[in-house]
Every structure is written in structure tokens, then in C-alpha cells.
């Protein structure tokens, strides 16, 4: 695997609302692929040729909630801009449920046919900039407009999930919310497109991940501090998720998981 995309996080915009966890644009230096790690999320890009001034061709991509790594081909003058989605907040934006994506994307004309308002952000642009603005006033637009709003509970019990790094048993955050843990099982379905352990175990790698790398702990210090019950299971998550080892990190883009 080849890091071949330069990945940055802009700047919140204020206006937003909760919908939104970050906003985001990569532009590829060189041919290569770029890994995508399980995160828990769902995301709306605009893949476009950054080459091109006015931009005119360009295409909607629309992500689902993985439980594994996949590799993107990258070309030379590539571009993406993205807006990332709260769990919770996909349905509100998009007007169907996560788990109908779950380990797959929508790519251009399907992405366009879930959605038909997403013809809109494919017009012309003059530029990167524009394209975020497009992205951004699009996400607006539809927030404003749904009637699917997340459900208070959802936050609180993703929250909870959130703040334990993803060790928190189910049978906890039932007792913490005063719910069954069939309830607590139905929520974060619904919100993330995953089964609970599912998603408590990619916070969890993404825990892990950042100990190695930004504390630079040993693999089994990283182990202990995640929550993991030995080095052997960390690393089978890794493998499993990653495709790498805890021993071997590859250049891999973390990106920011709020609650």
C-alpha cells in the first residue's frame, strides 16, 4: 500500500450543525492507492480531477460503514473533497439508513439515484473551494429540511460508547440509559449501519492506532491502555482491520473521531 494523497481537515464551520464530523480534501501528488481504515462512519466526497480549472468533471461518491480495510487507486492530480457524517446523522442528510451501505459505497450514477439531490453538487466549479462550499451548502440544505432527526437517545448512547473508547460492555450502556440491551443494540444499528461490538471495536483499533503512533507506547503498552485482553488479540483486530501489524505501522491517515 501507497500513501499517494495529501489529507487535510479544514476548520469546522460554525454553521454546520451536528450532522457534520469534519470536512475534509485530499489531492494525490502521485499514482499510488490510499488505505481506507474502518472508522465507524459514513461520508459524502466529490471525487474530481484537480488538474482541471474550470472543474468539470467530477463524481459523487458515497461511502458506508466498513468493518475492514480497502484500498482506493489513486492517479496523479486526483482530488476529493468530503464531508463527513456523525453516527446518527446519516439518515437525516441522505433519507435511508447506514446499514443499507454497510461495506459498500455508491459511485456516481447509484449514488445519484439513492439520492437525486446529489445532482446538484455536480455542476461546474471553479474551484476546490467552490466544491467545499457546494459540499457544505448541500449538507445545510438537507439538515435543515429532513424530518429524520437524531434521536437524543442515539447521541447519548454513542457518546457513552465514545468517551470508553469503545470498552464499554452493551450491558453497561443499557444500565447507564435505563434501556434493554436489545435497545441499546437497535440504536447504534440504526445510527452507525453496525452491530454495537462492531463499532466499539473500531474505536477501539483507532485507540489503539493513535497510542503507537502519536505516544509512541510499545505494541503491548498500547494493548493495555486500549483495553485489549493481550498483544496476540490487538494484533488479530489489526490484521483484521488494517491489514497490518501493531509491530509495523504503514503510513495511514487517522482521522479525527469526535463523539
Not at 457518546?159 to 440509559?177: K, Y
Request: proline share 6%; with cysteine; net charge positive.
Amino acid at each position: 500500500m501507497t500513501l499517494s494523497a495529501r489529507y487535510t481537515e479544514l476548520s469546522r464551520l460554525a454553521d454546520l450543525g451536528e450532522e457534520v464530523e469534519a470536512v475534509w480534501t485530499s489531492v494525490s501528488d502521485r499514482a499510488g492507492s490510499y488505505r481506507v481504515l474502518p472508522d465507524g462512519r459514513c461520508d459524502i466526497i466529490l471525487r474530481f480531477d484537480a488538474k482541471q480549472r474550470p472543474i468539470v468533471e467530477m463524481a459523487v461518491v458515497v461511502t458506508g460503514p466498513t468493518t475492514r480495510f480497502y484500498d482506493v487507486p489513486i492517479e496523479p492530480g486526483m482530488g476529493f473533497v468530503g464531508i463527513r457524517l456523525r453516527p446518527g446523522c446519516f439518515e437525516t442528510v441522505l433519507g435511508f439508513e447506514p446499514a443499507e451501505l454497510t461495506n459498500a459505497n455508491l459511485i456516481g450514477p447509484d449514488a445519484l439515484a439513492a439520492c437525486p439531490d446529489l445532482k446538484s453538487l455536480c455542476l461546474p466549479a471553479r474551484d476546490q473551494n467552490e466544491l467545499v462550499e457546494r459540499l457544505t451548502g448541500f449538507l445545510r440544505r438537507r439538515a435543515a429540511d429532513s424530518r429524520l432527526k437524531p434521536a437524543p437517545l442515539s447521541r447519548g448512547v454513542i457518546s457513552a460508547i465514545h468517551a470508553s473508547g469503545g470498552r464499554l460492555r452493551i450491558s453497561d450502556v443499557a444500565d447507564m440509559h435505563a434501556i434493554s440491551e436489545r435497545t441499546v443494540q437497535r440504536v447504534v444499528f440504526k445510527a452507525t449501519g453496525l452491530a454495537p461490538k462492531t463499532f466499539a471495536a473500531i474505536l477501539q483499533f483507532h485507540r489503539a492506532l493513535r497510542l503507537l503512533r502519536d505516544h509512541r507506547l510499545s505494541p503491548a503498552s498500547a494493548a493495555l491502555e486500549a483495553g485489549f485482553s493481550d498483544q496476540a488479540h490487538m494484533s488479530r483486530v489489526f490484521r483484521r482491520m488494517g491489514g497490518f501489524s501493531p509491530a509495523r505501522l504503514p503510513d495511514v491517515t487517522l482521522v479525527s473521531l469526535g463523539d
